[in-house]
Antibody
Framework: EVQLVESGGGLVEPGRSLRLSCTGS????????MSWFRQAPGKGLEWVSH??????????DYAASVKGRFSLSRDDSRSIAYLQMNNLRTEDTAVYFC???????????WGQGTLVTVSS | DIQMTQSPSSLSASVGDRVTITCRAS??????LNWYQQKPGKAPNLLIY???TLQSGVPSRFSGSGSGTDFTLTISSLQPEDFATYYC?????????FGPGTKVDI
């Protein structure tokens, strides 16, 4: 059974940092691009970042709203993707989901989400 | 960026109803369009990919159609477990934007 489990969320003050982890099991993690999405309370889904598989350079792209503050990396040996979030803002408050990306950009596998609350 | 719109934003329906949700892209995306269902407190669940391909395990009452800029998700006979919010998502390019969602309730 495919599973993605996020961890690392919590309450943090503006300007501080947080690192989210996404651990995969039940599939060959290294064969999938990994993405992060977020959903602010009562709002829709927003793409945050994705990281390509090593075959395609393992590089990452970011939404304009987080570029320069967030950094996505992956450790395929441990089946984990890390989202490092620096200089957090109140508008970053959301449930953060990780997802494995299918071959043509759909997302068949999702984690359960982890809540990040940025507040003083 | 490609912008996605959906209509209606919400609808009220009854069990057994045929429900249609539309999604429009701000430019042509061929058939790079996917549909998800999301229930409160849960992650999105992929229903349809590539505009019309039913994801494994998804009931056949769900169907998708369209290409270019206009797409449709149809639920042929609404079931109690189908009350949820539905999102379209384009996978033509980055960022893989979602539509604003359509809430289906009683």
């Amino acid at each position: 059974e495919v599973q993605l489990v996020e961890s690392g969320g919590g309450l943090v003050e503006p300007g501080r940092s947080l690192r989210l982890s996404c651990t995969g099991s039940g599939f060959t993690f290294g064969n999938y691009a990994m993405s992060w999405f977020r959903q602010a309370p009562g709002k829709g889904l927003e793409w945050v970042s994705h990281i390509r598989i090593k075959t395609y350079g393992g590089t990452a792209d970011y939404a304009a709203s987080v570029k320069g503050r967030f950094s996505l990396s992956r450790d395929d040996s441990r089946s984990i993707a890390y989202l490092q979030m620096n200089n957090l803002r109140t508008e970053d408050t959301a449930v953060y989901f990780c997802a494995a990306r299918g071959s043509s950009g759909w997302y068949p596998y999702w984690g359960q989400g982890t809540l990040v609350t940025v507040s003083s | 960026d490609i912008q996605m719109t959906q209509s209606p934003s919400s609808l009220s329906a009854s069990v057994g109803d045929r429900v249609t949700i539309t999604c429009r892209a701000s430019q042509s995306i061929s058939t790079y369009l996917n549909w998800y269902q999301q229930k409160p407190g849960k992650a999105p669940n992929l229903l349809i990919y590539a505009a019309s391909t039913l994801q494994s395990g998804v009931p056949s009452r769900f169907s998708g159609s369209g290409s270019g800029t206009d797409f449709t998700l149809t639920i042929s006979s609404l079931q109690p477990e189908d009350f949820a919010t539905y999102y379209c998502q384009q996978s033509y390019n980055t960022p893989p934007n979602f539509g604003p969602g359509t809430k289906v309730d009683i």
